[in-house]
């Protein structure tokens, strides 16, 4: 295969094959984790640190939104439900755990063990990464 024909396959087309709805994946999750982190700074640095768990909550708000528009329209080809209300509704579930587990580490990394605010996000987005493709590939886009 050529390196055009794999680079076609990875960002082209259906993503029926597992390797290329997580390679898609991380690139979503990378984007949004870029407007996560970036908001994040803002917010921060502007108004404060005194504030950082309402920060990370409006920051990861916005890379949830970035992260449905990129599901739905590009990461995976096949939906479970048919309706769109009951498949955003346990999108924004699955993004509530994530945000819970995104609030809980952050209060354990930066708060109290007393690791820089970045390095904590991470750490953390990492794990939520998985958390994240996970449950939405197990419970929303998986073959019927």
Not at 34 to 43: M, P, Q, S
Request: with cysteine.
């Amino acid at each position: 295969m050529t390196l055009r024909r794999l680079i076609d396959k990875l960002l082209k087309g259906p993503s029926g094959d597992l390797r290329i709805q997580a390679f898609r994946y991380l690139i979503s999750g990378g984007t949004a984790f870029l407007v996560d982190t970036a908001l994040l700074t803002l917010l921060t640095e502007c108004f404060g640190r005194e504030h950082l768990l309402l920060w990370t909550g409006i920051a990861f708000a916005a890379g949830l939104v970035i992260t449905y528009l990129f599901s739905i329209l590009w990461v995976f080809d096949k939906r479970s439900m048919k309706s769109r209300t009951a498949e955003i509704t346990v999108f924004v579930l699955i993004g509530v755990i994530g945000l819970g587990l995104t609030e809980l580490l952050m209060w354990l990394l930066a708060q109290k063990a007393g690791l820089h605010y970045l390095l904590s996000k991470i750490v953390t987005t990492v794990l939520v990464f998985v958390w994240n493709f996970a449950a939405k590939k197990l419970l929303l886009f998986r073959n019927r």
